[in-house]
C-alpha cells in the first residue's frame, strides 16, 4: 500500500502529528504496536498526575500506637483508598484513549496495529498478531516517514535488578497492596512524583540518587529546596548514593521502619520481620548502607525504544541515547524523521508533540521553516510542593561563562500563597544585564501553570521589564512572577 506519510507510534507526538497531516491532505498510515496514546496516556504522564490528586486528600489517619487491631484497621483503609484512586485513574485513561481513538478516524489516517520494522528507506512491514500467530509482513510505501516510537524503562545493570518485588512504574500504577516500605532508586522526575504520591498516600519511602543532587537537571537551588521539603514530609533521601545490589531479605532480620522521621503519615511496622522483602545496598560517601523495603522501584531513566525497527540496516544512524536528527528532526536518511523520546533529545509528550510539528512543516516545506528549541520547552515535576522550569539553569550559565542576574521572590511573601496555605516555594528568573530572559525556575503550588507566562515572554523575546509592567490580577499566584521581575 503506498501513502504520503507513514508513522511508527501513536503516541502524543504520533497521533497529533497524524491529524495534522491529514487535514493538510496527506494520506497516513499510523503504526501502533501496544496501545494508542503511548506512553504518556498508558503508563506516563496521564496516570501518575491521577494518582497524584489522588494523593492531594490523602487518607485521613486514625490516632493509634501501630500496634493490633487499629493497625490492622489503618491498613485495610489505605488499602482501600488505594484501590479507589486505581480505578478513578482507569476511568480517565479510557476516556482519554476514547478519545485518541476517535482522532484515529479523521479522514485520510488509517490506523495499523502490529509491529513495524523497515526494508528499505521508503518501506515499513508490518507483523500483526492474528490468534496469537504473527500474520504475513503487510508492506506500507511513502516518501516520508516519520518514527515516534518513544522510550523503555531503564535498569541498573547490578544483582537483582530483575528480582521479583523490583518494578517500573508501569507496575507501580496498578499496585494492588500499598508497600508499607518503599525504596525509589532514582531521584529524576518520575522517582520523586511516586515518592510525593505514596508517602502522600501512607508508605514510608526512601530515595537513593545517584547524583550529588535530586533532579540532576534541574536549577541545583530549586532541587535542593525540594529536597528538603519532601523530607519534612518524611521522605528519606540518600544522594551521592550508588546502589550495588538488591537482595531477598531474611525473615530474622530485624525491621528498621526505613521511613525518616516526621512522617505526617506512615503505616504502622510491626513485627521482626517477614519474608518477601528486599534489601538494597548502596554505597554513599565510601562507606555501604542497606534499606529494607517491601518494594523497590527502579526509576533510574528511560532508553529509546529501538528494538525491530531494522534501523542499521537502512543506514539510520543512533546512538545509545537515541536516534540522531537535525533541527528540523530528520535523520541521516532523507524522507526518515525522529520524534520524540526515541531522539533523546529531551523526553517529554509535549517536546514530542512540538517536534511532531517541525517534522511535518518540512515534509510540507512549509515557509514558516520551524526549529526546534528545547531552551524553549518547560519542564515539570508534579510533586508537592510542584517544581517547573524552562531555559537555563545557574549551573549551565557559570559553565558556559554567561553573565547573569538572578532575581528571586518567595510564596511566603504572596497573598493567595498564604490563604491557600501554600507558602513553601520560590520564582527566580534569570537574565542577562539588559533583562532578556535566559530562564526560569519554580518551586511552588501551581508552578506546572505559572512557568508557562516565561515561556511565552521567552518565545516572543519580552524582557524581565516587560513583565514587570504588565498588570497582574490580585491577588494570585501570578504576583510572584511580578514580586521576582521587579526584584
Known amino acids: ?100 481513538a476517535q482522532l484515529m478516524k479523521t479522514p485520510g489516517i488509517t490506523l495499523v496495529e502490529g509491529e513495524a520494522r523497515f526494508l528499505d528507506s521508503h518501506t515499513v512491514a508490518v507483523k500483526k498478531m492474528d490468534n496469537g500467530q504473527l500474520s504475513i509482513d503487510n508492506e506500507f510505501s511513502a516518501p516520508n516517514i516519520i518514527i515516534a516510537t518513544g522510550s523503555v524503562t531503564k535498569f541498573l545493570p547490578i544483582p537483582g535488578a530483575h528480582a521479583e518485588g523490583v518494578v517500573t512504574s508501569t507496575e507501580m500504577l496498578n499496585l494492588a497492596t500499598l508497600p508499607q516500605r518503599l525504596c525509589i532508586i532514582g531521584g529524576g522526575v518520575i522517582g ?88 538494597v545496598d548502596f554505597e554513599e560517601k565510601g562507606k555501604v548502607q542497606s534499606v529494607e523495603a517491601d518494594l523497590v522501584l527502579m526509576a533510574v531513566g528511560r532508553a529509546a525504544n529501538l528494538d525491530s525497527l531494522n534501523l542499521a540496516d537502512v543506514g539510520i544512524e543512533a546512538t545509545p541515547r537515541g536516534i540522531v536528527v537535525d533541527e528540523h528532526m530528520q535523520t541521516n536518511v532523507p524522507g526518515i524523521y525522529a520524534i520524540g523520546d526515541v531522539n533523546g533529545l529531551i523526553q517529554l509528550a509535549h517536546a514530542a508533540s512540538a517536534q511532531g510539528r517541525v517534522a511535518l512543516a518540512s515534509i510540507l516545506k512549509d515557509t514558516k521553516d520551524l526549529k526546534f528549541s528545547k531552551e524553549l520547552i518547560p519542564s515539570a515535576v508534579f510533586t508537592v510542593p510542584e517544581a517547573a522550569m524552562v531555559g537555563l539553569t545557574e549551573e549551565q550559565l557559570e559553565e558556559a561563562g ?56 521567552m518565545r516572543l523575546g519580552a524582557t524581565i521589564h516587560d513583565i514587570a509592567d504588565t498588570v497582574h490580577a490580585h491577588p494570585s499566584l501570578s504576583e510572584i512572577l511580578l514580586a521576582a521581575a521587579e526584584a
Not at 37 to 52: D, E, F, S, V, W
Open 192 to 279: 520523586l512524583e511516586f515518592a510525593s504520591i505514596f508517602q502522600a498516600l501512607g508508605s514510608q519511602v526512601t530515595v537513593i540518587e545517584f547524583c550529588k543532587e535530586v533532579l540532576p537537571q534541574f536549577d541545583r537551588d530549586l532541587a535542593k529546596r525540594l529536597r528538603t521539603s519532601l523530607k519534612k514530609r518524611g521522605i528519606e533521601f540518600h544522594t551521592g548514593a550508588a546502589a550495588k545490589e538488591i537482595r531477598p531479605l531474611l525473615p530474622t532480620s530485624p525491621r528498621n521502619g526505613g521511613g525518616a522521621e516526621g512522617a505526617t503519615f506512615p503505616l504502622p511496622i510491626t513485627g521482626e520481620g517477614r519474608e518477601g522483602g528486599l534489601c
Open 402 to 457: 554567561i553573565e547573569y542576574q538572578a532575581h528571586k521572590a518567595f510564596y511566603r511573601a504572596n497573598g493567595k500563597a498564604l490563604a491557600m496555605e501554600a507558602d513553601d516555594g520560590l520564582v527566580k528568573i534569570l537574565t542577562d544585564k539588559e533583562g532578556k530572559i535566559l530562564g526560569c525556575h519554580i518551586l511552588g503550588a501551581h508552578a506546572s501553570d505559572l512557568i508557562h507566562e516565561v515561556t511565552l515572554a
Open 1 to 100: 500500500m503506498n501513502t504520503d506519510l507513514i508513522i511508527i507510534g501513536a503516541g502524543p507526538g504520533g497521533y497529533e502529528t497524524a491529524v495534522r497531516a491529514a487535514k493538510a491532505g496527506l494520506s497516513v498510515v499510523v503504526i501502533e504496536k501496544q496501545h494508542l496514546g503511548g506512553t504518556c496516556l498508558n503508563a506516563g504522564c496521564i496516570p501518575t498526575k491521577c494518582l497524584c490528586h489522588s494523593a492531594e486528600s490523602p487518607i485521613p489517619s486514625p490516632s493509634c500506637a501501630g500496634r493490633g487491631e487499629d493497625a490492622e484497621a489503618l491498613l485495610d483503609e489505605a488499602n482501600a483508598y488505594l484501590a479507589a484512586a486505581i480505578a478513578r485513574k482507569n476511568e480517565v485513561m479510557e476516556k482519554l484513549k476514547t478519545g485518541v
